[in-house]
């Protein structure tokens, strides 16, 4: 159900996305460089779940594209950003050449700014949304995007790199750097689908657990994944000293710890009054991925 | 004039815009490096302008903190990811360190991303305007900021440093690398004010030519402004093999551009009827200053 679902929506809104940006008067450079990353961009994970809430609640996901299109930029710009020199110092994402590695560092940081720019206006500009709820979201993208959101996130992350975390440490790393996101993602479509408060605040907790689940599952597989599936060397965090699940309360930990956030993230669904089997099977193919 | 009114607004502006910051919920060495910029910026140009549009229309300039805060939250983070080694590699901004030389590279990429990203929140906040005002203001925030603007601006400066560039392309340069915020700035208070669409024109209009004026006597200043007052060394621009107005146009041709600039913003001015003796004193200030 979900493979179907996904190819359903990955094709158009990927073709979507990349007009917003080609449609517009960039210099080349800076253009390409937008592109590349945005293309080389992968599972889309947080443009589906946004798209499967809004199913879930009985819209249909196109109402959601342009809203995912602002979060998936942000998300892109995060990883160009992460991947400089002066941060992670990575040459590869995804098995290609990181941004910085194809364009030179200066076109990499102005294509991360652009795409991070751009991502608020595509908001403003939807023609979908009233202004209450363009507002709200532009709102709650900025917070989960800025200072007090990720890139706190990516500051915590930094500086745990000297010292070893705590268990609860590493989640409030992972709750800011990876999570906030995530959960903007399902807060978006609730405010999309001019969902109650209690309702969104499930849907809040249940991505929460999700986004655990999927850092716990990545740290998983640094460990027993299979290279070419995930675009890295197996080991690699291990290797680099990083804090990981699988580091902190070991493999078998790591495993137990996420069976806990997927049971977690079901018993959210299980409060929602809507017909959750979509949503459900997200949570599964969160746990059970191979790359 | 001019000069009493700067000095009653800049100390509550500011004082207002680090608020901002420290209310905020953010890691220690990242709110440091985003209040360290900040506290530099120096002679706050746009929210000045901002200010001073407001006042010809009527309104008072504290209608406009918030916006002037974000466009100097989004003109700061240009800064500091201009200086960093991949771009400028600038040691010194206004003769202090700039703020990778501070807080290191990674800490400044992130605080210029946190302040873009906090720039929307800001506006999204402001209780003193209705929603059509601020949807339309984060519209033209992001279109001045982004990739068709000053991010623009910034790749067409960089492409430029391997070549020697036409006059009109010098323009084309500053138009979008300075010019787009400083003529948000005009258009911010329009917006605020509820002018109508031929006056915000005006404006548009005559903030491009002063935006162009301050660019040229920029570099006037590089070659006749004392050390001291500009806070670099004087001739750097030429020495370096910059494009600047004086290596294109002699510095006495220089000079009469700056003073077409000046003729034709105020030109713009007159059509326009408030009382516009203090937009006019700013424009004579740009052309006056010394530093």
């Given amino acids: ?42 599972k889309r994970l947080r443009p589906i779940i946004l798209f499967a809430v809004l199913e879930t609640l009985g819209l249909d996901a196109t109402k959601g594209y342009s809203t995912a299109a602002a979060l998936e930029m942000i998300h892109t710009y995060s990883l160009i950003h992460d991947d400089l020199p002066a941060m992670d110092d990575d040459d590869l994402r995804r098995g290609k050449p990181t941004n910085h590695r194809v364009f030179g560092e200066a076109i990499a940081i102005l294509a991360g700014d652009a795409l991070l720019t751009h991502a608020f206006r595509l908001i403003c500009q939807d023609e979908e949304l009233n202004e209450k709820q363009k507002l709200r979201l532009i709102d709650c993208l900025s917070e989960a995007a800025g200072p007090t959101g990720m890139v706190a996130g990516q500051v915590l992350d930094m500086e745990a790199e000297q010292k070893e975390l705590t268990l609860s440490q590493l989640k409030e790393v992972h709750l800011h750097k990876t999570g906030r996101l995530i959960e ?51 080991g690699s965090d291990l290797e680099n000293g990083k804090n990981t699940y699988v580091s902190l309360a070991t493999l078998a930990g790591a495993k137990q710890l996420l069976n806990e956030e997927i049971e977690t993230a079901l018993s959210y669904l299980n409060k929602i009054s809507f017909d959750t089997t979509l949503l459900a099977s997200i949570t599964c193919y969160i746990k059970d991925r191979q790359s």
């Fill in 1 to 42: 159900m979900l493979r179907q679902y996904i190819k359903t929506h990955k094709e158009p809104f990927d073709s979507y996305m990349m007009e917003l940006i080609e449609k517009e008067l960039i210099p080349k450079t800076l253009k390409q460089s937008m592109l590349y990353s945005l293309s080389v961009g992968g």
């Fill in 184 to 234: 903007f993602s399902v807060i978006a479509a609730g405010i999309i689908a001019n969902a109650s408060e209690p309702l969104i605040q499930d849907l809040k907790q249940f991505s929460r657990h999700i986004g655990l689940a999927f850092q716990i599952k990545d740290d998983i597989l640094d460990v027993e994944g299979e290279r070419d599936l995930i675009g890295k060397d197996v």
